[in-house]
């Protein structure tokens, strides 16, 4: 039967999981197949599982329950296995990676640091005072002047201001937010955002990286808005 894999991790980890539902209309229960020293966190499936909200908090919930009593490799929602010979098989000929993977994410967690511009207005009034020609163009342009070139101009020269801007924030944000991490990965930003970064923090600096996201908070003030999420399975460091 097919399986639905959630997690790996190794066959000492407690698996607290009675009672948790995994995903599927009918979820089975949640069991491990194993292979030496590793355990991979599955259910049998009878249906193909689509990212509904249901499923996607299904496989949350797991992985963070585990999450909470050790250490674990958590994989993408929609995983799936044609069988338990499959998963065994996947997990002898992959075991050194794995175990090297488990050890370099023992007592960490994954945060999320993302960022957008909350209020333009600031960012662009103080271009205005910041650069001459594009000042010069806005008043020509209030004052009346009609040349069609003239806002094509400013929209370029803005545009461009911004994204050196925003381009210097995300970098002076990320240089005050990895020393707090083991690792961190660099995401291309998506939407409205101009940063998107993961961090590999460590238990014993989870205190002190909420203090500093705090702290860049307060620095910033209300025309960025920083969203800061964790601690989250890691995710982006499985590899």
Do not use: W
């Not at 070139?149 to 990320?174: D, F, K, M, S, Y």
């Not at 920083?226 to 499985?238: A, D, H, N």
């Amino acid at each position: 039967m097919p399986l639905y894999v959630y997690s790996i991790t190794t066959k000492d980890h407690p698996i607290h999981l009675d009672g948790v539902s995994g995903v599927g209309a009918e979820p089975s229960p949640l069991r491990t197949v194993t292979a030496g020293t590793l355990s991979a966190v599955v259910s049998d499936i009878a249906e193909e599982i689509r990212p509904k909200r249901r499923d996607l908090n299904a496989h949350q919930q797991v992985q963070e329950l585990l999450m909470a009593d050790g250490v674990i490799l958590p994989l993408q929602f929609g995983y799936i296995a044609t069988d338990d010979l499959a998963v065994r098989e996947v997990l002898e000929s992959n075991a050194e990676s794995y175990l090297g993977a488990l050890k370099r994410l023992e007592g960490c967690a994954e945060h999320h640091v993302r960022a957008s511009q909350a209020d333009e207005a600031p960012l662009l009034q103080q271009i205005l005072q910041d650069v001459p020609e594009a000042s010069d163009l806005n008043d020509r342009i209030r004052d009346g002047d009609r040349d069609p070139a003239l806002p094509l101009a400013l929209g370029e020269i803005v545009a461009r201001e911004v994204q050196v801007r925003q381009e210097a924030l995300a970098a002076g944000l990320t240089e005050a937010l990895v020393p707090f991490s083991r690792e961190y990965l660099a995401h291309p930003p998506s939407g409205s955002d101009f940063l998107n970064l993961s961090l590999l923090v460590p238990e014993e600096h989870k205190e002190a990286l909420r203090t500093a996201e705090g702290n860049l908070a307060r620095e910033i003030g209300s025309g960025v808005d920083l969203r800061f999420s964790g601690p989250l399975p890691p995710y982006s460091f499985v590899r």
